[in-house]
T-cell receptor, first 111, second 113 residues
């Protein structure tokens, strides 16, 4: 299968705390896992990605972890700020360049 | 930054009518994609393409056709539009192998009455 499950669908965290979003995939042949952020009324934009030959990647406050054995990957936003409020989508690429997205997480940062 | 342009930005169609959504990219990317976005479902893949002349079925292709006449253009066609196809449609282009960052267009809001 080529489904991507994403949880939670709604996430509210206090400003300055961490936020975590979890995704799982079905096809062990998946080799690339990007994360996209979508602001209200805008299009999705890539914020961080990880390839299957890595277990961890960090860009500033964004950390992505990949557990290939469990077929899970996750996004962690540390020290959240109001500007982090948005929709977040995980995705998985399958060998034929098909890219399937999760259902999304609406993140709200509470002041 | 990569440029992906969708037209129209908004469209109201009647049930049973034909709708064509157009997408143009100036990035010389091989891959192009059509997704629809609905609350609770995220971005669902309708059709995609590896290059001019190629179209592939995505996860929800029923009721949609696609056309890729050139590297730059990728159209989504609803031959007989239905109210269930009311949605926001996003086109995207991608570099292909290696770093396959998707660059999305601004979206088309389609209402089928």
């Amino acid at each position: 299968g080529e489904q991507v499950e994403q949880l939670p669908s709604i996430l509210r965290v206090q400003e300055g705390s961490s936020a975590s979003i979890n995704c799982s995939y079905e096809d062990s042949a998946s080799n690339y896992f990007p994360w996209y952020k979508q602001e209200p009324g805008e299009n999705p934009k890539l914020i961080i990605d990880i390839r299957s030959n890595m277990e961890r990647k960090q860009i500033q406050e964004l950390i992505v972890l990949l557990d290939k054995k469990a077929k899970r990957f996750s996004l962690h936003i540390t020290d959240t700020q109001p500007g982090d409020s948005a929709m977040y989508f995980c995705a998985a690429r399958y060998g034929n360049e098909k890219i399937t997205f999760g259902a999304g997480t609406k993140l709200t940062i509470k002041p | 930054e990569a440029a992906v342009t969708q037209s129209p930005r908004n469209k109201v169609a009647v049930t049973g009518g034909k709708v064509t959504l157009s997408c143009n990219q100036t990035n010389n990317h091989n891959n192009m994609y059509w997704y629809r976005q609905d609350t609770g479902h995220g971005l669902r893949l309708i059709h995609y393409s590896y290059g001019a002349g190629s179209t592939e079925k995505g996860d929800i292709p029923d009721g949609y056709k696609a056309s890729r006449p050139s590297q730059e253009n990728f159209s989504l066609i609803l031959e007989l539009a239905t109210p269930s196809q009311t949605s926001v449609y996003f086109c995207a282009s991608g570099e292909g192998t290696g770093q396959n960052t998707l660059y999305f267009g601004a979206g088309t809001r389609l209402s089928v009455l």
